[in-house]
């Protein structure tokens, strides 16, 4: 099996543009889909990209995932940040016995 | 629009076994194309996924949990549930069942989450 794993926290302030990274420890990030899901507290998941970089609706178009195979690692990007963005993201995947695998979760703060 | 439910009980005691069930609501269990999962997440801390049925009942469990763990469904009454067993405090968490894409593992429903404290 592997693992993904996602900086604890990260920061930004409103308007400007964050990247969470998720790395994926051994096999190809690209074998299988990445998708990502943001938590605000209290409440459920919900899809914020899946199948790597689409967009569920009503997810605005400031969010955007891709992956990377030079660092084996697929990223969600949230630009003009608003305070509303503040939330733990995780990112999802699965390996080739069809288990899911969650990343840590990465603490977004908007300040 | 799909909607799921947990229900069971909110409290069990160490070395007993934990029982929740999902009610589906605005969709078929047997539709295909869709596994039902249960995940759950410790106070404070992260995902962790449980496992997941396909309406056939073929299952697929996290190996950490496997020996402990026993999905089920029932097709006739649109539920799928949850049995864990042996339990000890390290299984307190908030139980979320979801609905995942079998092609791609996309967990696009979820249901509110129930929390299970386990104590005596």
């Known amino acids: 099996n592997f693992m993904l794993t996602q900086p604890h926290s990260v920061s930004e302030s409103p308007g400007k543009t964050v990247t969470i990274s998720c790395t994926r420890s051994?096999?190809?990030?690209?074998?299988?889909?990445v998708q990502w899901y943001q938590q605000r507290p209290g409440s459920s998941p919900t899809t914020v990209i899946y199948?790597?970089?689409?967009?569920p609706s009503g997810v605005p178009d400031r969010f955007s995932g891709s992956i990377d195979s030079s660092s084996n690692s697929a990223s969600l990007t949230i630009s003009g940040l608003k305070t509303e963005d503040e939330a733990d993201y995780y990112c999802?995947?699965?390996?080739?016995?069809?288990?899911?695998?969650f990343g840590g979760g990465t603490k977004l703060t908007v300040l | 629009q799909v909607q799921l439910q947990e229900s069971g009980p909110g409290l069990v005691k160490p070395s007993q076994t934990l029982s929740l069930t999902c009610t589906v609501s605005?969709?078929?269990?047997?539709?295909?194309?869709?596994?039902w999962s249960w995940i759950r997440q410790h106070p404070g801390k992260g995902l962790e996924w449980i496992g997941y049925i396909y309406y056939s009942g073929s299952t697929y469990y996290n190996p950490s949990l496997k020996s402990r763990v026993t999905i089920s469904v029932d097709t006739s009454k649109n539920q799928f549930s949850l049995k864990l067993s042996s339990v000890t405090a390290a299984d307190t968490a908030v139980y979320y069942c979801?609905?995942?894409?079998?092609?791609?593992?996309?967990?696009?429903?979820w249901g509110q989450g129930t929390l299970v404290t386990v104590s005596s």
């Open positions: 999802q995947s699965y390996d080739s016995s069809n288990h899911e695998v």
């Open positions: 051994s096999g190809s990030i690209a074998s299988n889909y």
């Open positions: 199948e790597d970089n689409q967009r």
């Open positions: 605005g969709g078929s269990i047997s539709s295909g194309g869709y596994y």
């Open positions: 979801a609905r995942t894409t079998v092609t791609t593992s996309y967990n696009d429903y």
